[in-house]
């Protein structure tokens, strides 16, 4: 996404209400926008990124691996159709996890 891109999606969402993700990290909660904003632009791989895998870190550090992931995906509280889509998310993830580790002959962060 470009800066322009960014602040035009902004505009809209500001007007509508409606949001999408943002970055590398999807950033879609408005707050979470305006965090990487403060850091200096959400639209920037950096600083999306910080807030991106701040927001993952503290959830597995709340609901441990699988659960954190869930919630990272479909946020704390979702609904039948989010917690759907997020248990797909972490299975994907852990799935790729454990493939990366393999071929990096590394050991897998599951236990």
């Known amino acids: ?9 902004k505009a809209e969402r500001n007007n509508t209400g409606e949001v999408q993700g943002v970055g590398p990290t999807m950033l879609t909660d408005p ?3 305006t965090e ?3 850091l ?3 639209w920037k791989p950096l600083p ?11 959830n597995i550090e709340i609901y441990h ?3 954190g992931l869930v ?6 509280t979702p609904s039948p159709a989010g917690l759907a889509a997020g248990e797909t998310y972490a299975h994907d993830v852990l799935a790729k996890e454990k493939a990366w ?5 590394i050991p897998s962060v599951q236990r």
């Open 40 to 42: 200096g632009g959400a």
């Open 101 to 105: 580790a393999t071929k990096l002959g």
């Open 71 to 76: 919630a990272y995906n479909a946020g704390p």
């Open 48 to 58: 999306n990124m910080t807030v991106g895998f701040s927001v993952l870190q503290q």
């Open 36 to 38: 990487a904003d403060r």
């Open 1 to 9: 996404m470009t800066e322009a891109g960014y602040r035009a999606y």
């Open 65 to 67: 691996l699988y659960r």
């Open 31 to 33: 707050h979470l926008q």
